[in-house]
């Protein structure tokens, strides 16, 4: 049996770069003098394989309870937002017609012939407890034949339909403003084809994602996506808010991996480009619309996408550094030392660490405080290659004092560790009653003035304190994928204010737009930024979305009153 794990060089290699890596957090290895790479992927014997990420559980069930009935409904924090008087509301006859259709009584929330709000709760809120819609009757389908007979009967009869997989969405895209009818993916959750030689998984859209992941690990492959809350999301709500997630830098996004798709429209049409061809160069791509439509257009029902190959070798490093200066000079050095292993460079600031710190308790990793944090991933098919690339780039960071401290996972239960500070800060971010989320593509130079300027704004402003309840806000904090230029920027609150979001927008916006960003760089528009979707994208762009949505929707009852 090969070696579980390889030594890495000694120390003092590092030592000699004027610093050391601290394994402050960790227990000392034997021998404490050396760091270990990552035993290779697959081979380890303590935990089942999962994703490279924290296998934490950022899932819906996992955050702190507060009781769904105490959070406002979204017609009372929108009041600009008013019912749509042509949709009809769901009566007992269309409950009938459901249930025929759907043929199990598991298949169907019914609040309409019966008092059902207990079990509807969790289909009409979201997962940031802040948007919560009002729909009487839930149904879940398992094929797709009922989806179409589904969406055809609700397209014919005007009623309006909340596409939904996983519930994780963090716009208020996924669940209803008012009775819409919600139609959740969840039964529909078999994978059907897995092509060791290519890749390629053909799979339903209620597959969860950890379940499609483990599912390709099993055969050596990875899904090219993974994200915090990957328990929860399903494949299908991925590909219809083209989610980004930890690893985008490395395999790119949803809509260059998804090859095909199986979608229904409203009138019942059901879209069959399944395809599962890397080239397919025949016309209009079409697919690409529902890929990121946040289920504006139809409902997507099948996917089949291109899985990488898994990196057998897995290593982590995690970095403390004193100004954002040092983590853009630590990105350049790590794309041009690591370059083809490099799969993941992440940005959390010190605010970000305390208050997961502080929400989670856990212990950070490194002893002292840093203003910034890095997570380094890298995924290779060699260990002594990886190591010695990683060496040498630990070696460069530290002697030029780029990196002020750092630590490298020395086995699975570590790596896990340092991804859960950076997983751990969504969580966090909530902990204490609330949070605005920001997500937003910024030129790399400018990313982080956001965060600096935000929390100037607060601390001027008198809306502020971590200590005073009184206050509406607890803290700003700033982290995201570096490698992506995109900067996630959480205001965490006590309480959901008006005051604290006239203070935010559209000041965030604006700013986002002068330096040529965009206003959601992977979780999409929803609700949360229908009003502002100008700021990213011209009037003509806007006025040929507008055109899309009446082809396929032309009686507009899919996803309504979200961002188009
Ligand atoms: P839902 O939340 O149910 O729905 C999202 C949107 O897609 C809605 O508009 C819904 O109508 C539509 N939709 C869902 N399923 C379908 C379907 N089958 N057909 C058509 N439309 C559909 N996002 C990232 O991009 N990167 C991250 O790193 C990331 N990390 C997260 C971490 C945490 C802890 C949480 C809670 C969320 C995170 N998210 C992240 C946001 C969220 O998980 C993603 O947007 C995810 O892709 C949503 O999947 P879902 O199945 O939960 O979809
Ligand atoms: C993340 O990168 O952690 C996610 O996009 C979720 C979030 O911002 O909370
Ligand atoms: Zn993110």
Request: proline share 5%; net charge negative.
């Amino acid at each position: 049996m090969p070696p579980l794990h390889r030594l890495a060089p000694p120390l003092r290699c590092l030592r000699l770069a004027n610093s050391t890596f601290q394994r402050s957090a960790f227990p000392r290895p034997t021998p404490p003098a050396f760091f270990r790479a990552h035993q290779p992927r697959g081979q380890h014997t303590e935990a089942a394989p999962t994703t490279s990420a924290s296998s934490v559980d950022h899932s819906p069930q996992s955050q702190p309870d507060r009781p769904q009935s105490k959070i406002t409904y979204t017609a009372d924090s929108y009041p600009n937002l008013k019912r749509d008087s042509r949709f009809k509301e769901v009566t007992a006859d269309d409950v009938a017609f459901f249930r025929e259709v759907l043929g199990s009584d598991n298949a169907i929330i019914d609040g309409v012939t019966k008092d059902a709000s207990d079990d509807l709760e969790a289909f009409n809120s979201d997962w940031m407890k802040k948007y919560r819609g009002q729909c009487k009757v839930v149904l879940k389908p398992d094929t797709t034949e009922q989806v179409s007979r589904i969406l055809k009967y609700c397209n014919e009869n005007l009623l309006p339909v909340n596409p939904q997989g996983g519930n994780t969405g963090l716009v208020g895209g996924s669940v209803p403003v008012f009775d819409e009818v919600v139609l959740n993916l969840s039964r529909m959750n078999s994978i059907h084809s897995f092509d060791e030689v290519s890749g390629i998984l053909v799979a339903d859209a209620g597959v969860i994602l950890q379940a499609a992941d483990d599912h390709v690990a099993e055969k050596g492959y990875i899904f090219p996506l993974d994200l915090g809350a990957k328990g929860s999301c399903q494949i299908g709500g991925n590909v219809a808010t083209n989610a980004g997630g930890l690893r985008l830098l490395r395999y790119g996004s949803m809509h260059g991996n998804i090859l095909g798709l199986e979608a229904v429209l409203p009138d019942g049409t059901i879209v069959d480009d399944l395809c599962t061809l890397r080239k397919n160069n025949t016309g209009y791509d079409l697919k690409q619309l529902f890929i990121g439509g946040e289920g504006s257009i139809g409902i997507i029902t099948k996917i089949s996408i291109l899985c990488p190959q898994r990196s057998p070798a897995v290593n982590v490093a995690y970095f403390g550094l004193s100004s954002y200066a040092k983590v853009q000079q630590a990105f350049r050095e790590a794309k041009i030392q690591l370059s083809e292993i490099l799969s993941a460079f992440e940005l959390m600031d010190s605010q970000s660490q305390a208050l997961y710190a502080r929400a989670s308790g856990a212990r950070l990793p490194l002893e002292s405080p840093h203003p910034f944090y890095c997570l380094i991933e890298t995924s290779g098919s060699n260990t002594d290659h990886d190591s010695e690339k990683l060496t040498t780039f630990l070696e460069h960071v530290m002697g030029e004092e780029i990196v002020a401290d750092g630590v490298v996972a020395d086995n699975e239960s570590q790596l896990q560790s340092l991804w859960a500070c950076r997983e751990g800060i969504s969580e966090a971010s909530q902990h204490f009653g609330g949070v605005y989320k920001y997500d937003l593509s910024i030129p790399l130079p400018d990313l982080y003035s956001l965060v600096e300027e935000c929390r100037e704004r607060f601390q001027s402003n008198g809306l502020m304190s971590d200590t005073d309840e009184s206050k509406p806000v607890f803290d700003v904090v700033g982290y995201g994928h570096m490698g992506d230029s995109n900067l996630h920027l959480n205001v965490a609150v006590r309480r959901y204010e008006k005051e604290v979001e006239k203070a935010l927008e559209p000041w965030v916006y604006e700013w986002v737009a002068q330096r040529k960003g965009s206003i959601s760089a992977e979780h999409g528009l929803g609700l949360a930024k229908k009003e502002f979707i100008q700021y990213s994208r011209s009037e003509t762009m806007v006025g040929l979305m507008k055109q899309l949505k009446k082809v396929y929707d032309p009686n507009g009852i899919m996803n309504p009153y979200k961002y188009i």
